[in-house]
């Protein structure tokens, strides 16, 4: 654990190869997000390698402010290594609850409102790196 939160890039590098198979494992199935009229359709492949080149840049911004002798809060790199990876987690955990069924529409909303919720405090904890 301390060597995760003293050389946090290891985990953001060390986690790419891991992504990258599962997008090979997945590369048939698809992503459909529906903005009002508009479906954008995301192959998971494609996902996956997006994530993997954002893990790739996290990394070198803590590489580089490192081998820049910047000295880093522990705290944040923690609340940033927690809130990028369980943020993640925890989309593809609701994501795995959702019901085929149309009498389950509430059910649906109430979910795709969780992921939503989950995937903007990710967003928002990427700004720790930055305030770091």
């Known amino acids: 654990m301390i060597r ?5 890039y290891l985990i953001f590098w060390l986690s790419i190869p891991l ?6 494992v997945s590369s048939i199935e698809s992503l459909d997000i529906n ?3 508009t479906y954008y359709v995301f192959s998971l492949a494609d996902l996956n390698i ?3 080149v954002l893990f790739a840049i996290i990394g070198l911004v803590y590489w580089i402010l490192l081998k820049a002798h910047r000295k880093l809060s522990k705290w944040m790199n923690l609340t940033h290594i927690v809130l990028t990876f369980g943020g993640i987690l925890l989309i593809w ?3 795995q609850l959702y019901r085929e069924s149309i009498v389950e529409y509430d059910f649906n909303e ?3 409102l969780a992921i939503y919720s989950t995937a903007l405090i990710a967003v928002v904890g990427q700004l ?3 305030a770091d």
């Not at 995760?4 to 946090?8: A, C, G, Q, T, V």
């Not at 992504?19 to 090979?24: A, K, W």
């Open 4 to 8: 995760i939160i003293n050389k946090p």
């Open 19 to 24: 992504i990258m198979s599962s997008g090979f």
């Open 35 to 37: 903005i009002h009229d």
């Open 50 to 52: 997006l994530i993997s």
């Open 93 to 95: 955990g609701l994501s």
């Open 110 to 112: 109430n979910l795709t």
């Open 128 to 130: 720790i790196l930055l």
